[in-house]
């Protein structure tokens, strides 16, 4: 960071001499659907996205994985599966378009998530429910390291760029500030005498997930629809500008 501050040349008007707060720029990216249409979409992908962690204690307490599976697959999950989902989502978005990576991704998230809740209890279930988790984590990832690069495909400008990464920021992580709480809440609600919860909470918490994943789809086709009707209206008045 040094060397690269000493090293590296500076251009004129690289660097602002004063970097303010400008209601202007954040006026503008208020203003601008593709900056909420994408803010929306983050919110629900990072709501299911934080959420798929409580597949772990449904594989021990649920469908009777063994702790020591459960930890090797919740590492695989959290760590080695995010060095893979990322490049991944992220080299199909570029060949493709991120609101479509995004839908795809929260889609194929609702049948595996709707494939573990239908699973039986019981040992032999085992290697299906640490590969539907592993898959899920997969996918979640994917699908959150892609969600922000909705700004770039709705081009929003450079003039309020950092105004609309910060307001996509406000709105896509609120689900921190209550999640944790009426997730806890449902488990403590079907908790026994004895700490077991019963399979039903965690039922319920994923059927808020699959909601979840459904409105990510729909904001995300919502912004491909947008961004494509925006295209042809431009490409209509250069055609009309043309022919006057």
Same mark, same amino acid.
């Not at 019981?122 to 996918?139: D, E, K, M, N, S």
């Given at each position: 960071?040094?060397?690269?501050?000493?090293?590296?040349?500076?251009?004129?008007?690289?660097?602002?001499?004063?970097?303010?707060?400008?209601?202007?720029?954040?006026?503008?990216?208020?203003?601008? !659907?593709?900056?909420?249409?994408?803010?929306?979409? $983050?919110?629900?992908?990072?709501?299911?996205?934080?959420?798929?962690?409580?597949?772990? !204690?449904?594989?021990?307490?649920?469908?009777?994985? +063994?702790? =020591? =599976?459960?930890?090797?697959?919740?590492?695989?999950?959290?760590?080695?599966?995010?060095?893979?989902?990322? !490049?991944?989502?992220?080299?199909?978005?570029?060949?493709?378009?991120?609101?479509?990576?995004?839908?795809?991704? +929260?889609?194929?998230?609702?049948?595996?998530?709707?494939?573990?809740?239908?699973?039986?209890?019981?040992?032999?279930?085992?290697?299906?429910?640490?590969?539907?988790?592993?898959?899920?984590?997969?996918?979640?990832?994917?699908?959150?390291?892609?969600?922000?690069?909705?700004?770039?495909?709705?081009?929003?400008? $450079?003039?309020?760029?950092?105004?609309?990464?910060?307001?996509?920021?406000?709105?896509?992580? $609120?689900?921190?500030?209550?999640? +944790?709480?009426?997730?806890?809440?449902?488990?403590?609600?079907?908790?026994?005498?004895?700490?077991?919860?019963? =399979?039903?909470?965690?039922?319920?918490?994923?059927?808020?997930?699959?909601?979840?994943?459904?409105?990510?789809?729909?904001?995300?086709?919502?912004?491909?629809?947008?961004?494509?009707?925006?295209?042809?209206?431009?490409?209509? +008045?250069?055609?009309?500008?043309?022919?006057?």
């Amino acid at each position: 960071g040094i060397l690269s501050w000493l090293f590296i040349p500076k251009f004129a008007g690289e660097i602002k001499g004063e970097s303010t707060f400008s209601l202007a720029e954040f006026g503008r990216a208020l203003r601008d !659907p593709v900056v909420w249409i994408a803010a929306v979409s $983050l919110f629900f992908v990072y709501f299911f996205y934080t959420g798929a962690t409580y597949t772990t !204690p449904y594989m021990t307490g649920v469908l009777g994985v +063994s702790l =020591a =599976a459960a930890t090797i697959v919740a590492n695989i999950r959290n760590y080695g599966i995010t060095l893979l989902s990322g !490049p991944a989502f992220g080299w199909i978005a570029n060949k493709t378009k991120p609101s479509l990576v995004i839908a795809a991704g +929260s889609v194929l998230f609702i049948v595996a998530l709707g494939a573990m809740m239908l699973l039986p209890h019981g040992a032999g279930v085992v290697v299906v429910a640490c590969t539907l988790v592993v898959l899920l984590g997969f996918i979640a990832n994917g699908a959150f390291g892609v969600v922000s690069a909705q700004l770039t495909e709705g081009k929003v400008p $450079l003039t309020y760029f950092g105004a609309a990464t910060g307001l996509l920021s406000i709105i896509g992580f $609120l689900p921190d500030t209550f999640s +944790s709480t009426w997730f806890g809440s449902i488990l403590d609600a079907q908790t026994d005498a004895s700490g077991n919860v019963a =399979a039903g909470a965690y039922q319920q918490i994923f059927a808020i997930l699959i909601g979840a994943a459904v409105l990510a789809t729909i904001s995300s086709l919502g912004l491909y629809l947008y961004l494509r009707r925006s295209r042809s209206r431009a490409a209509a +008045s250069v055609l009309d500008r043309a022919a006057a």
